[in-house]
């Protein structure tokens, strides 16, 4: 059986189709009549769901969701839900980026500590659902490095790493991420729930 | 004896003055020699005692600072410390206001809780110290009004009222401000340590 992902996000599709090699995946590009979600939740878990809904309900399939995001601690754990409209436009990984270097440009380095948040929801038709969070700790750097991934890839260091998250190669990204780690949680309650 | 006002913002000396009106105050413009302080901490409470030993060392008087700011519940409490840099840019209200609505543009009013929250500090020049924090409940509103005030005043109702910030006259907020509340609770103490 299909299982619709819920996104538009060029690099999330990539993310997760290879997380979720093992599955019939589509996008929901193959759904023209499902209109975007407003995220009005103000947690991961809430939008994930709205989201996860939303295209179940829509496509008739079962449909995974995530939502995610970079939490800094100074920032009291945003931009959390808000990191993709942080910059109050939403989408634009720059603005987004380099507001977030500006509000804490007088921080001391040891104190930005941060981490990526992610939850991953399915969702069937019937109304069941299952969430599964992942999260990446680490730190930000002020100048950015890399040009893989996306969002705020090239400021964050992961623990134990020196390279940022934009340096690292999709691979070795998949194997640590908050995506991966929510996305690998969520794939066998998929095998489970889709399959019965 | 004097007591030294560690701000140059002139909203706040205009607040200040009227609320500690007993005292024999001055403000930071006849110190020119005390540099300003980067405000690196990342706590109310330790950014208004970074400004107010400063003073009390750098002019050898008594000193009081504060800080305060706008801490909004579905953004984890901030913009917080951050908030008169929130857009990146020190000091730009307008800039800072219309980021923090565009952040939220999505999120339900009935979640745009808030609070008004200031710590007021005592330093003396031995070294000696003393906090009191204020905080002011309420929620934002989507649309600014009212021109008394500064900051984000023209977005914030109190908890009891219909009128923002921006719209109750000076008396009127003081009364009931976060920073009123933070600098009459520390009148006291001034009286106390400063005459002793």
Known sequence: MKIVLATRNAGKIAELRRILAGFDIVGLEEFPSIAD????GVTFEENALLKAHAVAQGSGLPAVADDSGLCVDVLGGMPG?????????HGDDVANLELLLA???DVPA?????????????????????VVEGVLPGHLVRSPRGSNGFGYDPIFVPEGERRTTAELPPEEKDAI?????????LAPIVKQLVRS
Chains 1, 2 share one sequence.
């Open 103 to 105: 509000q804490v440009s």
């Open 177 to 185: 991420s908050h995506r991966g780690l929510a996305f690998r949680g």
């Open 37 to 40: 979600v407003v995220e009005t």
């Open 81 to 89: 839900v808000f990191s993709a409209r942080w910059s109050g436009k």
């Open 110 to 130: 040891d104190k930005l500590t941060a981490r990526f948040t992610c939850v991953a929801a399915l969702a069937l038709p019937s109304g069941e659902s299952r």
